[in-house]
Nanobody
Framework: QVQLVESGGGLVQAGKSLQLSCAAS????????LGWFRQAPGKEREFVAA????????ADTDQLRDRFTISRDNAKSMVYLQMNSLRPEDTAVYYC????????????????WGQGTQVTVSS
């Protein structure tokens, strides 16, 4: 089991920045990929970015790469999502997630999920 707890969400004005944190625990994270998804009301869960714990390799999306950055703190078993130049369309629940070995853009492929943290961007 991998336990994931997100924090850092909230209400922010468009154009501002926000950093989400995810605390991972329960297992040696070396074989895992940790990532972020988001889900806006009425929409499917959307892949944001992922990081392979063993070598730090990052998977992200063309749509968000210029504004969102995933990073980690090995010593603290923390994963972060830095979100810059936020837009109202970034409003969603953001989930931290983990799966074995390799990233996937499909939420169905991920095994462990946090409870989510709400990010609301006002215009």
């Amino acid at each position: 089991q991998v336990q994931l707890v997100e924090s850092g969400g909230g209400l922010v004005q468009a154009g501002k920045s926000l950093q989400l944190s995810c605390a991972a625990s329960g297992r040696n994270l070396s074989p895992y990929v940790l990532g972020w998804f988001r889900q806006a009301p009425g929409k499917e869960r959307e892949f944001v970015a992922a990081l392979k714990w063993s070598d730090g390799r990052i998977a992200d999306t063309d749509q968000l790469r210029d504004r969102f950055t995933i990073s980690r703190d090995n010593a603290k078993s923390m994963v972060y999502l830095q979100m810059n130049s936020l837009r109202p369309e970034d409003t969603a629940v953001y989930y931290c997630t983990a799966r074995w070995l390799n990233p996937s853009h499909s939420s169905e492929d991920w095994t462990y999920w946090g409870q989510g943290t709400q990010v609301t961007v006002s215009s």
